[in-house]
């Protein structure tokens, strides 16, 4: 099976410009539009192969989060997740998008979560895969610690602090508990080429990439989730780190599915999920 041609765009909405993936079209009697929410601190570029995979059967739109990838910074010093959730919706109307099935991973099913309960006629279905449900206690040494602000320096040592950001994510969750209790499971460093890739978005991001991140670590995702009514897969890949959550997030959504999958099994699930 060949998969559709990913194509890459730019628009401008209130909150400025936006940079995004797609792929497919709409067609009569068809499925909606897809909208595919990346984490943090990447951007659409990770979610390229279910953007061609999906894009055989329907629209597929993937935008960089604003402080993320290609995309314009925010404009605000600090950031929650009501602002991305409404760029997402200033996103759909500028591409006249009025109902979606929604995906995200991490930050990006975070969004998703709260989009889809303060507008539920903008989602259809959702997949909220790798949403976490963090202790107060590990909340705040996330907010203190996982995502320190960052500038370029004289030295460019930014460029090393990039490098060990993300190979340290692939070794211990969270990254700066460098411990064997927080040592992940199947830990193991990412091919060069891989490596390359998220850093390279990373520095893309070095000044604002902490923003995301500590709206995430600030959303109140229990209080949420039992609000939500939207037909949902809460959802992980096994390597997560955070999957270790999803049991407990799935049991606050009403009626939520559940999905533990194999990495490679995992873009195959979300579409049997949102094809159903």
Not at 37 to 46: E, I, Q, T
Not at 240 to 249: Q, R
Request: charged residues 20%; proline residues 9%; negative net charge.
């Amino acid at each position: 099976m060949t998969d559709a041609v990913v194509d890459r765009g730019f628009l401008r909405i209130p909150a400025g410009q936006v940079h995004y993936r797609t792929s497919g079209e709409s067609r009569p009697g068809g499925p909606p539009p897809l909208y595919l929410a990346h984490a943090g601190p990447g951007s659409s570029l990770g979610l390229v192969p279910i953007i061609a995979r999906a894009g055989l059967s329907r629209k597929v739109v993937a935008p960089d989060m604003l402080g993320n990838g290609d995309s314009d910074p925010p404009t605000l010093d600090t950031t929650d997740i009501a602002y991305y959730v409404d760029c997402a919706l200033q996103t759909l109307d500028a591409l006249e998008l009025e109902r979606v099935d929604f995906y995200g991973s991490h930050t990006g099913a975070q969004i998703g979560l709260q989009l889809a309960i303060a507008h539920p006629d903008r989602v259809r279905r959702i997949v909220l895969d790798g949403i976490p449900l963090f202790p107060l206690e590990l909340k705040a040494q996330l907010l203190a610690h996982y995502a320190p602000p960052k500038q370029p320096d004289d030295f460019g040592g930014q460029l090393s602090w990039a490098w060990g950001f993300v190979r340290d994510q692939s070794w211990h969750f969270p990254y700066f508990m460098r411990d064997p209790t927080h040592r992940l499971a199947q830990a193991s460093v990412p091919p060069a080429t891989g490596m390359h890739k998220a850093v390279v978005d990373v520095l893309k991001a070095l000044t604002t990439y902490h923003l995301a991140y500590n709206a995430a670590f600030a959303q109140d995702v229990a209080a949420l989730a039992p609000m939500l009514r939207t037909p949902s897969l809460v959802m992980c890949s096994e390597t997560d780190p955070l999957g270790i959550y999803m049991d407990a997030v799935a049991a606050l959504i009403p009626n939520a599915d559940t999905a533990r999958v194999k990495r490679e099994d995992r873009n195959a699930k979300i579409l049997a999920f949102l094809d159903a």
